[in-house]
């Protein structure tokens, strides 16, 4: 079984993920004291041999006895790749966990990992409150209803409601699309039904509230010619080659051109006769 190296890294969740490993191995052999912090020793590398060999030497120098147990290299360890503000910063981050956007899974895989890591030890009640009150309010509101021995059940519940409450949101979320569509279909087929019942605008829509002009016909049937009395065109445009006179005895008579021989059409106002 081969022992993890470690590269002396200022990174304290490596050393601490390398220090358990290492006591994982060692849990499956039966090595002294003395052979553990050899087989240690031997997989340092970059920063970490350095380190290693300037504290021996200063050990040496100092009189001390060398480094005999796995658990005293362990503590020199700590001091060294663990700042003390470590630990700190661990309990800061574990009173202010909550779920936020994570899944309820990952949450719980969090706290339960920071609590581990800052060596929490506390009642199951504490860590259960402690859970729920870092939950989204909406889970939180239905978990909390009911009662819970273990930290798993409350977990198991948690994610159960989560899933209940996705669907319900996607369920939803198709209601009110499907809702909208429906209404521009509506808003569309409105509009292409008065697009079709309305005239088309032209160029003359500006000037529809004028009075309409009466057509040419219709003025052409008031014109009175005063050669032969007819309507619809006047004397010189008259087909009709006769005068007609009236006189003052209402009697009408008839005259051709030609017969005039030049004679006005119309009499003068002083004779008996007028030219109507």
């Known amino acids: 079984m081969k022992i993890p190296s470690f590269q002396g890294r200022t990174n304290p969740e490596v050393y601490l993920e390398w220090e358990k ?21 031997i997989e ?22 060398p480094v005999e147990t796995w658990g005293e290299l362990k503590a020199l360890m700590r001091r060294r790749f663990v700042p003390s503000h470590f630990y700190r910063d661990l309990y800061q981050k574990l009173q202010n966990l909550t779920q936020g956007s994570r899944s309820v899974e990952d949450y719980h895989k969090e706290m339960e990992v920071a609590m581990i890591r800052a060596y929490v030890e506390e009642d199951r009640e504490a860590t259960m409150a402690r859970f729920l009150c870092g939950l989204n309010r909406d889970i939180a509101n239905v978990i909390e209803l009911q009662h819970y021995v273990e930290i798993e059940d409350m977990v198991y519940m948690a994610m159960k409601v989560e899933r209940q409450l996705k669907r319900k949101g996607t369920a939803r ?43 040419q016909p219709s003025r052409n049937r ?5 050669k032969c009395l007819g309507l619809g065109h006047i004397a010189s445009q008259c087909p009709n080659r006769r005068v007609m006179i009236m006189r003052y005895n209402g009697e009408v008579m008839t005259e051709s051109e030609d017969d005039s021989d030049g004679m006005p059409e119309l009499v003068n106002a002083s004779d008996d006769d007028g030219v109507v």
Not at 51 to 61: A, G, I, S
Not at 179 to 197: P, Q
């Open 21 to 41: 490993k290492i006591d994982l191995v060692f849990d499956c052999h039966n090595y002294s004291e003395e052979k553990k912090v050899k087989l240690a020793v």
């Open 44 to 65: 340092f590398t970059d920063y970490a041999i350095i380190w290693w060999d300037q504290l021996v030497t200063n050990r040496r120098r100092n009189n001390e006895r």
């Open 173 to 215: 979320y198709t209601s009110v699309s499907n809702t909208t569509w429906k209404s521009k279909w509506d808003r569309s087929d409105s509009a292409e039904a008065k697009r079709k019942t309305e005239p088309p605008k032209g160029k003359d829509e500006g000037t529809s509230n004028k009075p309409k002009v009466e057509s």
């Open 222 to 226: 008031d014109i009175k010619c005063f």
